[in-house]
Nanobody
Framework: QVELVESGGGLVQAGGSLRLSCTASGRTFSPYNMAWFRQAPGKEREFVAAITWAGGTTSYADSVKGRFTISRDNGENTVYLQMSSLKPEDTAVYSC??????????????WGHGTQVTVSS
């Protein structure tokens, strides 16, 4: 069992930045590929970004490419999402997920509860 806890959400003005963190406890963190997802009110959950267990490969949704950066620190059992040039349409609950297989990164085995990000115009 891997427990994931997100933090770093909040209210920010358009054009601003936030850094989200997702810290894991329980089983060893490093073998897991990690991803961030978001869900806005009334919308389906969508993939945001992912990173392989060693950090060598990343993937981003087109809507966040060039603005968001995913990274991880296996020594700290934490994955980060640095968000810049935020837009009101980035407003959502952001959740992290852990998947043992990269091919299943869109369907993680473990989920955090999420952190709210609100971008004001």
């Amino acid at each position: 069992q891997v427990e994931l806890v997100e933090s770093g959400g909040g209210l920010v003005q358009a054009g601003g930045s936030l850094r989200l963190s997702c810290t894991a406890s329980g089983r060893t963190f490093s073998p897991y590929n990690m991803a961030w997802f978001r869900q806005a009110p009334g919308k389906e959950r969508e993939f945001v970004a992912a990173i392989t267990w060693a950090g060598g490969t990343t993937s981003y949704a087109d809507s966040v490419k060039g603005r968001f950066t995913i990274s991880r620190d296996n020594g700290e059992n934490t994955v980060y999402l640095q968000m810049s040039s935020l837009k009101p349409e980035d407003t959502a609950v952001y959740s992290c997920g852990a998947a043992s297989m990269w091919a299943r990164i869109n369907d993680p085995t473990y989920w955090g509860h999420g952190t709210q990000v609100t971008v004001s115009s």
